[in-house]
């Protein structure tokens, strides 16, 4: 699956690894997964993990701490949604995805 993020088209497996970037979240590719959805971590001090914090809530958590306020902030386009319901239909996604998305979309506005 793929999503229109600022004009740009980005799969789960991109969504994933930007979000790691934009978290400070190393990534370590020579331990790359064969799954296409994920890019494997190394957190200092600890074991390598798989980062999907568009399939994993435990990963997600603090991408949805860090864009709460705009994650709630109301969207009017088709009608007042907070963000995070407009991103859901627009993007025909998860809150997951949709949180992900939001977080990708703030920080490419900023570049």
Known sequence: MTYTINGKE?????????????????INESIFSHLKECWTVAPAGYLSV???PTLDGNHAL?????CW?????VKFE???????QYLR??????KLVAAC?????????EL
């Open 10 to 26: 980005w799969t789960e497996f991109n969504i994933n690894k930007r979000c790691a970037e934009l978290m400070g979240i190393e």
């Open 50 to 52: 798989k980062y999907m």
């Open 62 to 66: 603090q991408i949805i701490d860090k």
């Open 69 to 73: 306020g705009e994650l709630m902030s």
């Open 78 to 84: 088709y009608c007042a949604l907070p963000r995070w």
């Open 89 to 94: 239909h627009e993007h025909k996604c998860t």
């Open 101 to 109: 998305i939001c977080l990708i979309e703030i920080n490419e506005a």
